[in-house]
Each structure stands twice: as C-alpha cells, then as structure tokens.
C-alpha cells in the first residue's frame, strides 16, 4: 500500500489536474473540424501519449525510495517516457509541413529511441537503484539533447508554416517555447519540483490553439488568407493601403474544358506566384472561386511593377502551358483620408475590370 506524504498528495492533485486538462483537450480536438484528420489524430496520439507519460511521472514519484519489487515497472516506465517524449514535437511538426526533413528526423529519433531502451540495463540516461530512487546517468545530457533539438524544430517548422499561411507569429510560438523551456529548466535544476509534463501539456494544447486559428484564417486550396480574414481587415484597415485586385480570365472554360483538378492547380499555381511575388509588401487573399486580393502595406510606390512581375510570371507558366489561363489586375489606393476602404475596394475593382475588357480587345 502506498503511503503518500504530503508532497505527494500536492504532486497527485497536480498530476490528476493535468491528466483530465489533456483528457478534455483530446475530446476537443476529436471534435474539431477545422482541421484534417490526419491532424486530429496527430494531435490526439499526441496528447494521449502526455497523458500517459504524466501517469508514468506519477507513478515514479510516489513509488521513489519504496516499494523496491516495483523497480522493474518504474525502470521500464522511464525508458518508455524518455523514448517517447521527443517524438511528440517532431510528429506536431510533421502535420504542419511534411517534407525530407522529417525523415531525417525520424532516423535519429530511432537511433534515441534505441539508446534509451539499452539504458534500461546499463544505465547510461538513467538509473533506478535497488531502493527504486531514480538517478540521472552520465549520459542524461544526450535526452535533454535531442528533447531540445525536436522542440526547436518543431519551433522552426512553425515560423515556415507561419511565413506560407502569411501568418508569421515570431512571438507566439517562442512564447510557446517559453512555456516549454521555463517547465523543463525548473525540473532540470530541481528534481524534487516535477514541472516538465504539465508544461509540456500546456504548450501542446497552446500550439493546438494556435494551429487551428492558423488554419481557420487560411484557404484550404492555395493556402493564403480566406475570406474571413479579409473581412476582419476591412473592419480593422490599416492605412493607407493599396488593393491589388485579380481576377483569373475564363477561368470558367478552363475549369469545364480540362477538369476541376486542372482548374484546382490553375488557382494554387496563381496564388504561389501572388505569395512569392507579394511576400515582402503585403497579405494576399482568396476571396472568392478565382478571384484574389492583395493588400500591400508597404512600398506602395511600387505596386505598378509588382504587377508587371505578377503578369510576367503569368506569362512564362503559360508559355509552358498554353492551356493556363492568363489574369486580370486592377489597383487603388486608400489613404487615412478616405472616406470608406469599400468605396477603394470597389475602385479596384472597376479598374481590373477595365483591365479585363482591354485584355479581350487586344486579343482579338
């Protein structure tokens, strides 16, 4: 039978606090639907796996210095925690953008995950005595190593997915880190004070928060900013501004004549061509089937050859292609003075209009 000491029962409280706060971030995230399944069920493998590993914590602190037959359970628990912990960054990373890093990644979390399962019997990360007291090995740095590696990666893979989504949030996610970091150092330098897996479990479900908000904002097809978010600039403008229109030209006859996935990779070509081009001046908007928006907040003075660079990029894909459509532009410029951003936006639009009806007149 156990016997808790008062340590322990403060311990429990928290570690039973932190395993029902995951348990109600799984249910919301099996929930969710603005994002994938395949997210979902990252994010839920992930927080099950920290519940988990929170028990294991647990299990580990209240059995310390007692109970010496369950040495075998806690040494076993151990090893499965440090294996499994630095996946958990790494997998989250994964969903937001999958490339070839990952498997580089994968590979020597493997390599990790087979040091610390031989650690179970030469005691190089860790150690459980006789007595079931857990002791750090001299080889302890090379988790807190690759721990550190998968969370900046998972930090570095969050500032790229911010940059493609337009949605850079530098601030966020190293406040995130922060979170992380403070729960880890307090623990690294006082073993008695337990805070690495409920600041691990808070950072988890604040990255949840800040992925789904990410990925609400964004258009699922060409990844830049949806109608919402164009919607809540135009309630909260910034001026001046200048609103770049484009409209892609019989977009129609395209998408009927060579099919919707053509048309599909017809708009997400055009809109990485947008993201490239307009990255560095301002946001660029889905807002509607083929229609696009770009709102440039800096180097007004230079949004005439920003759009010669958008029809030339045009130009050379269809030079490729002859089947891809071409695009229409139209700008204007709103200052504080203006009397509303609609009045500018519909500006804009007359005048990629006026661009349209030109275009057909030069091509007959």
């Known amino acids: 039978m156990l016997v808790l000491t008062d340590a322990m029962r403060v311990f429990t409280g928290f570690s039973a606090l932190t395993v029902i706060a995951l348990g109600s971030g799984a249910i919301l995230c099996a929930t969710n639907r603005s994002i994938g399944k395949r997210e979902r069920r990252v994010f839920l493998v992930s927080i099950i796996s920290l519940m988990l590993i929170t028990a294991f914590d647990w299990f580990g602190y209240v059995t310390s210095g007692s109970h010496p037959e369950l040495r075998w359970l ?18 989250i990373a994964h969903v937001i953008f999958p490339d070839s890093h990952d498997r580089l990644a994968m590979i020597v979390l493997t390599i990790h995950t087979g040091f610390q399962l031989i650690s179970i019997f030469g005691g190089f990360v860790f150690w459980v005595d006789e007595n079931n007291v857990y ?34 949030s530098f601030v966020a996610v190293i406040s995130i880190l922060i979170c992380l970091a403070s729960g880890v150092l307090i623990q690294v330098f006082n073993g008695d004070v337990r805070t690495t897996w409920p600041a691990v479990a808070v950072a988890v ?63 997400a070509n055009i809109a990485g061509m947008l993201r490239r081009i307009f990255g560095g001046a301002g946001l660029c908007y889905r807002t509607g ?30 030079s490729s292609d002859e089947r891809l459509p071409g695009v ?26 006026k661009s349209k009806r030109l275009g057909k007149r030069e091509s007959r």
């Open 205 to 267: 479900m604040l990255y949840f928060m800040f992925y789904t908000d990410m990925i609400f904002r964004s258009d699922a097809l060409t990844k830049l900013l949806n109608r919402h978010s164009f919607e809540e600039f135009l309630a909260r403008p910034t001026l001046p501004c200048v609103f770049v229109m484009v409209d892609v030209d019989d977009f129609k006859h395209a998408n009927d004549t060579y099919g919707h996935a053509f048309g599909d990779a017809c708009l």
């Open 135 to 168: 002791h750090r090995g001299p080889f302890y740095i090379v988790y807190m190593a690759v721990y550190t590696a998968s969370s900046v990666y998972l930090v570095v893979e969050s500032i790229r997915a911010g940059r493609t989504y337009q949605q850079v």
């Open 74 to 91: 806690h040494t076993v628990l151990m090893a499965v925690t440090f294996a499994i912990a630095p996946f958990i960054p790494v997998s």
């Open 289 to 318: 089937g083929d229609e696009f928006v770009v709102i440039m907040t800096d180097r007004h003075g230079e949004v005439d050859g920003y759009i010669e660079k958008v029809k030339a990029a045009v130009e050379e894909a269809r």
């Open 328 to 353: 229409s532009v139209g700008y204007a410029f709103a200052d504080k003075d203006c009397e509303s951003v609609v009045s500018v936006l519909n500006e804009a639009d007359q005048a990629m209009y």
